[in-house]
C-alpha cells in the first residue's frame, strides 16, 4: 500500500514566483495535515482538513500562503509569491478517520527561495 | 490546551548501549494517545511506537519500548542495543481521541550514536 505521496519532493524557485506544493494521502484517509519545519521554528502545522474541509488553518502564516483540498485524493499548499523565508520542508500527513488512527508522513518537500 | 515537553535538546550514546528519551505531557483528558516519531537525516518522519492511555501495559516495537507512567504524565523511550541506525531527531507526541483534534508534538531530541 503506498504511503503519503508529495511532490515535488525538492524545489528551488526565486523570490516572487508561485510555488504549488501537492499532497496525494493514503487512500481512504479522511484528514490530511500540512506542517512547515525549519531550524528556528522546528515543526509547525500550517492547516488540516477533515473529508476535504479545512479545520483549523491558524498556523498559515499570511496571506500569501493558501491551501485546498478538492477531493479526498489530493491537496495543494500553494505560496504566492515566495520569500526567501519561506525556505523549509513541507510535510503532508494523513490520517484516518476513527479516533484510535494514526497519523503518517509523506517524505516531505524541501524547498528554497532564492 | 495540551502540552508536549522534552526536556533533552540532544543526547548521545554508545553503539550497543541503552538510552531513554524523556517526555512529559500536560493533560486534563483521561484517555488519548501517545506517540514517538523518528526522523532521520533524510527528514522522513518515521512512527516508531505508539501508546494507548487506556492500557497499562507498555508498547514495544523490538528493540524500541516505552515506559507510559499516566499518574505523572509521562511516556520515555527506550532504545536498547543502540545502532547506527538510530541517529535521528525523536519527536514525542500526543493526541486525543476526537476525530478532530490533531497532533500535538513536542521539540524533539537530537540523538547521537556513538560508535
Known amino acids: 500500500d503506498a504511503g503519503v505521496i508529495q511532490s515535488p519532493r525538492h524545489e528551488v524557485t526565486e523570490m516572487g514566483q508561485e510555488v504549488t506544493l501537492r499532497c496525494k494521502p493514503i487512500s481512504g484517509h479522511n484528514s490530511l495535515f500540512w506542517y512547515r519545519q525549519t531550524m528556528m521554528r522546528g515543526l509547525e502545522l500550517l492547516i488540516y482538513?477533515?473529508?476535504?474541509?479545512?479545520?483549523?488553518d491558524s498556523g498559515m502564516p499570511e496571506d500569501r500562503f493558501s491551501a485546498k483540498m478538492p477531493n479526498a485524493s489530493f491537496s495543494t499548499l500553494k505560496i504566492q509569491p515566495s520569500e526567501p523565508r519561506d525556505s523549509a520542508v513541507y510535510f503532508c500527513a494523513s490520517r484516518g478517520w476513527g479516533g484510535q488512527e494514526t497519523q503518517y508522513f509523506g517524505p516531505g518537500t524541501r524547498l528554497l527561495v532564492l | 490546551a495540551q502540552t508536549v515537553t522534552q526536556s533533552q535538546p540532544e543526547m548521545s550514546v554508545q553503539e550497543a548501549e541503552t538510552v531513554t528519551l524523556s517526555c512529559t505531557y500536560d493533560t486534563s483528558e483521561s484517555d488519548y494517545y501517545l506517540f514517538w516519531y523518528k526522523q532521520p537525516p533524510s527528514r522522513q518522519m518515521i512512527l516508531v511506537i505508539r501508546?494507548?492511555?487506556?492500557?497499562?501495559q507498555n508498547a514495544t516495537e523490538n528493540r524500541f519500548s516505552v515506559n507510559f507512567q499516566k499518574a505523572a504524565k509521562s511516556f520515555s523511550l527506550k532504545i536498547s542495543d543502540s545502532q547506527l541506525g538510530d541517529a535521528a531527531m525523536y519527536f514525542c507526541a500526543y493526541r486525543s481521541p476526537n476525530r478532530d483534534d490533531k497532533i500535538i508534538f513536542g521539540k524533539g531530541t537530537r540523538l547521537h550514536i556513538l560508535p
Open positions: 482538513f477533515n473529508n476535504n474541509v479545512p479545520i483549523d
Open positions: 501508546q494507548e492511555a487506556y492500557k497499562q
